[in-house]
């Protein structure tokens, strides 16, 4: 069974980055095909998709948050990484990783406030 588990800062100030790791277990994030995505949900809005990288390591990102969202990885730890950059209080959300075909972390909470 392959579980994700998101971690860390629960609280961010304003103009810092946000890096966040999804460590995955149960499976590796190189199997042929696979592909682990980013995805936040702000306070009472729905789900964002922000960016994902696949098993061969080539990165998408979401056109409105391109310019701000770097997405890596480390194989021998099997996870990877989100860094989203100049964040500010519309950036507060619960933040998720997922395998979207079938596999989600719990989410994690990031508030920006200073």
């Known amino acids: 069974q392959v579980q994700l588990q998101e971690s860390g800062p629960g609280l961010v100030k304003p103009s810092q980055t946000l890096s966040l790791t999804c460590t995955v277990s149960?499976?590796?994030?190189?199997?042929?095909?696979?592909?682990w995505s980013w995805i936040r949900q702000p306070p009472g809005k729905g789900l964002e998709w922000m960016g994902d990288?696949?098993?061969?390591?080539?990165?998408r990102y979401s056109p409105s948050l391109r310019s701000r969202t770097s997405i890596s990885r480390d194989t021998a730890k099997n996870h990877f990484t989100l860094q989203l950059t100049s964040m500010t209080p519309v950036d507060t959300a619960v933040y998720f990783c997922a395998r979207l075909d079938a596999f989600w972390g719990q989410g994690t909470q990031v508030t920006v406030s200073s």
């Open positions: 990288i696949d098993y061969n390591g080539d990165t």
């Open positions: 149960g499976g590796s994030i190189t199997i042929d095909g696979s592909s």
